[in-house]
């Protein structure tokens, strides 16, 4: 399997490429079990985090990230499900389309996590930003919910996301050919 060399908040991995489309490649960016790596990334983001109230992520894979960086700052965090639970009271819903699935998602918040939310300081979370349609989701999600989102903060950055000025992240991740070259 091809990978790709990365270093993020001082630590060195080797991603595995895998396929998306025939003409679009990716590197697997997983934290699941990588504990030192959720540990650093934490760290660093929270050193560039503008003042917030609250965190909030979507499920899934960025939920390590949530709970370290909530566990470090001492402040409250929130998850967008990937669906209605039981135990929600209520639900605000929005539709996502990421690169990495191929179905149409929705993001879930429970009723009661936007009322804590309105009016509060918002620091949205994810792993990887690439299309930004999962961003969207979670802007959509607390804007309904009446908080301010005052950061939006990943620990990589893919293809043309890294050049975004609205986000902050940790480091740039390329797209890549079948081959394992970078994409131009």
């Keep these: 399997m091809l990978t790709y060399p990365i270093e993020v908040a001082g630590l060195k991995r080797d991603l595995p490429i895998c396929r998306v489309s025939d003409d679009l490649y990716i590197g697997a960016f997983v934290i699941f079990g990588d504990v030192e790596m959720t540990v650093r990334c934490a760290e660093e983001l929270l050193k560039k985090a503008p003042e917030f109230d609250y965190i909030i992520a ?3 894979k960025s939920i390590p990230l949530l709970y370290e960086m909530s566990r ?11 669906g209605p639970k039981l135990y929600m ?3 605000f819903e929005v539709q996502v389309k990421s690169i990495t699935t191929e179905a149409v998602q929705k993001l879930v918040l429970d009723t009661a996590d ?5 009016g509060k ?6 792993d990887v930003i690439s299309t930004g349609e999962s961003l969207e989701a979670m802007e959509e999600l607390v804007n309904r919910a009446g908080g301010n989102i005052v950061g939006k903060m990943f620990i990589l950055a893919e293809g043309d996301a890294a050049k975004r000025d609205d986000v902050t992240f940790l480091a740039p991740l390329p797209l890549f050919n079948a081959d394992g070259s970078v994409k131009k």
């Design 121 to 126: 300081r918002i620091l949205v979370i994810d």
């Design 114 to 118: 936007a009322e804590a939310m309105k």
């Design 72 to 82: 470090q700052s001492g402040k409250k965090y929130f998850l967008a499900r990937k």
């Design 58 to 60: 979507p499920e899934c």
């Design 89 to 91: 009271s209520g639900i």
